[in-house]
């Protein structure tokens, strides 16, 4: 899965490149920047929610692990840390090669490495949320497009802080006000999705 | 007196504006061997789901080994054990690794020597090295009846267990059974009447998610009881 994300990434930051690079010089690329990277962290995670249960949904093995006298939440928090850990591994390849796409031949802002706050925060909430709906979706008919139909619209103001917060300290912008408050917006959204995802898993899994 | 091993009172489960089961109630005695019958959507697999936990019920009470599944679930779990046409087992480990994982999940002590002790009881210590992607029909249905065992389950319920056995995997799955059937209550969904009714200390025919006969081996004439069931067949779906 790890693999497939990583190549994925990859590829669509070479898409990116490509539909970029004739474009004239009053073409912002790092006004853009922020919501490229976001978009294909999104799509990356896409993808390996839909795979996340891949294993478990082959012969039954989600019910045989929610057969077990263990609090169902925990079945949640396990699937949510490999599914963060699973994006925070692409996230750290993508990285260095967004770098080499967007800003290598930019100026960014020096205060660009703090994005590296709202990849974090995104990351932890598109795991969250991500877990609980590739549970829910996992055994429809359809699940790829039902999991992106339900992902995208509930990530939105997630999606929308982070872009808010990636674009401000890379391209230049209220730091204090706009990154500040993004981040705090993203991390308020983390506390109440994942909690909710969290409560709300038993009922997912055995309505 | 022992408590019942399943009890159901008013148990519905609704899915949309459909009754899949309806008001359906039963005792079971301990040690008993349940067999229900019934046709396809008759809700024969949602009754077995609650019982297994991985289903809520949308009303009534649900009792397994003296405990309530809406009070303490988890503490149900650890006295229920399932095998189904789906193994539940991992394809890419291999069997002693899935064993392994199960025992850790269940907090078994001595996990290792339970895992042993399991693989040679289905006979499958020869293989134990080996992916389950590797195995048969037969052997994976073996080792899925030492992963719902290992935990030493009082209530044991079986989804269709024969579906997709040959007749040799039949038998090794029957003589499998009972060795293990002392002390611990059974419940079988079958679509086989004479091999269900065979096992059995007690059947219930379901219908349209509800309880068309309930009744002790004993007090059951097997022609009258056939006949009956093929009626309900007739039934069809709810």
């Known amino acids: 899965m790890l693999s497939s994300m990583a190549i994925y990434a990859f590829l669509v930051l070479v898409v990116y490149g490509a539909a970029l690079s004739q474009t004239g010089s009053q073409f912002d690329i790092l006004q853009m920047s922020g919501g490229m990277l976001w978009a294909l962290i999104v799509f990356t995670s896409l993808l390996g929610l839909n795979r996340s249960f891949s294993y478990e949904k082959e012969d039954g093995c989600l019910e045989g692990i ?15 840390t490999s599914n963060f850990l699973f994006l925070l591994a692409v996230e750290i390849v993508v990285l260095p090669l967004y770098y080499f796409f967007f800003l290598t031949t930019t100026t960014p802002q020096p205060t660009w490495p703090l994005m590296l706050i709202p990849m974090l925060v995104g990351t932890i909430g598109i795991a969250g949320i991500g877990t609980l709906l590739s549970t829910i979706t996992t055994s429809t008919r359809g699940k790829d497009v039902l999991l992106a139909v339900l992902f995208i619209p509930l990530v939105f103001p997630l999606l929308y802080a982070c872009v808010s917060a990636t674009t401000v300290v890379v391209a230049g912008g209220d730091i204090e006000g706009i990154f500040r408050n993004s981040v705090l917006l993203a991390v308020g959204y983390d506390l109440v999705m994942v909690l909710l995802s969290w409560v709300l898993y038993d009922y997912a899994v055995s309505a | 007196m022992e408590a019942p091993a399943v009890q159901l009172d008013q148990l519905s489960k609704v899915f949309g504006d459909r009754y899949a089961l309806k008001n359906v109630s039963l005792e079971l005695p301990a040690g008993s061997f349940l067999s229900i019958f019934g046709p396809n959507g008759a809700g024969k697999t949602t009754l077995l789901r609650i019982l297994a936990t991985l289903a809520r019920p949308t009303s009534g009470t649900v009792t397994v080994a003296g405990i309530s599944l809406k009070d303490d679930a988890d503490a149900a779990r650890e006295q229920i054990g399932l095998i189904s046409h789906n193994s539940m087992l991992y394809a890419d480990l291999n069997a002693e690794q899935n064993l392994q994982l199960y025992a850790r999940l269940y907090g078994i002590e001595n996990a290792q020597e339970r895992v042993d002790e399991m693989l040679d009881a289905v006979e499958l210590s020869h293989r134990r090295l080996d992916t389950v992607r590797t195995f048969s029909r037969g052997m994976t249905q073996r080792l899925a009846i030492a992963r719902a065992l290992l935990h030493d389950p009082q209530v044991v319920l079986l989804d269709e267990p024969y579906s997709g056995l040959d007749p040799h995997a039949v038998e090794i799955f029957d003589s499998l059974l009972e060795a293990v059937r002392e002390n611990r209550t059974f419940v079988m969904v079958s679509h086989d009447l ?21 009744a002790a081996k004993e007090e059951i004439d097997y022609d009258a009881f056939a006949a009956l069931y093929h009626e309900t067949v007739g039934m069809g779906v709810a």
């Open chain 1, 66 to 80: 929610l057969l077990v006298p263990l609090d169902r939440s925990v079945v949640f928090l396990a699937k949510a």
């Open chain 2, 194 to 214: 004479r091999k269900g009714f065979e096992a059995c200390s007690h059947a219930l025919v379901l219908a349209r998610g509800t309880k068309v006969a309930f």
